[in-house]
């Protein structure tokens, strides 16, 4: 069977730092942060969130099995379907398609992370939380306010203050 289906609990990391990914998992419902550490004072910072109907997967990690840099956190409970690196291999060396569907999909992501840390640079912190408004509504109820603050690159004080004044406007 190349595809398997597991919920994993709230809490748990499914992969630590400096492990190798061996499986790509793809989020069927739940809330999985991507946490990055500071090479120099090994300090973690939340870098990414993965929502429902979303792959699951570190660069590096995965595709290239080298150790990942970052570790991810279930926190929300969520329901995945994975398979092995073996069973990728198997499907790539089968299907000519499979690597450029998986080359777009990385491609996918690989911008939006891009996006993001450019909105974090360009845009101010009212016009950050205007624009990710929706998003960060699904992330208040499961997600302390320091960790959304530093996905989004803004103080918790910033985002306290923002969260409160549009909040009120609904």
């Not at 500071?38 to 429902?52: E, G, L, M, R």
Request: overall charge positive.
């Amino acid at each position: 069977m190349l595809l398997s289906e597991i919920t994993y609990k709230k809490g748990i990391n499914i992969l630590n730092s400096g492990a190798k990914q061996s499986v790509l998992w793809f989020n069927l419902d739940g809330l999985l942060r991507e946490i990055s550490f500071d090479q120099c004072t090994y300090a973690a910072q939340t870098s990414w969130y993965w929502f429902k109907s979303s792959f699951v997967y570190a660069m590096p990690g995965f595709f290239d099995q080298e150790p990942s840099q970052v570790s991810i956190e279930v926190v929300k409970d969520t329901r995945v379907v994975f398979f092995s690196y073996d069973n990728w291999k198997i499907l790539r060396d089968s299907f000519v398609e499979a690597e450029r569907l998986i080359e777009m999909i990385r491609s996918n992501y690989e911008t939006a992370r891009k996006i993001h840390l450019k909105e974090i640079n360009e845009l101010n912190t009212k016009a950050r939380y205007l624009k990710h408004e929706t998003k960060i509504n699904q992330l208040f109820p499961n997600i302390k306010l320091k960790y959304i603050a530093e996905y989004m690159g803004m103080s918790t004080d910033t985002l306290g203050k923002l969260r409160r004044k549009f909040i009120r406007r609904k």
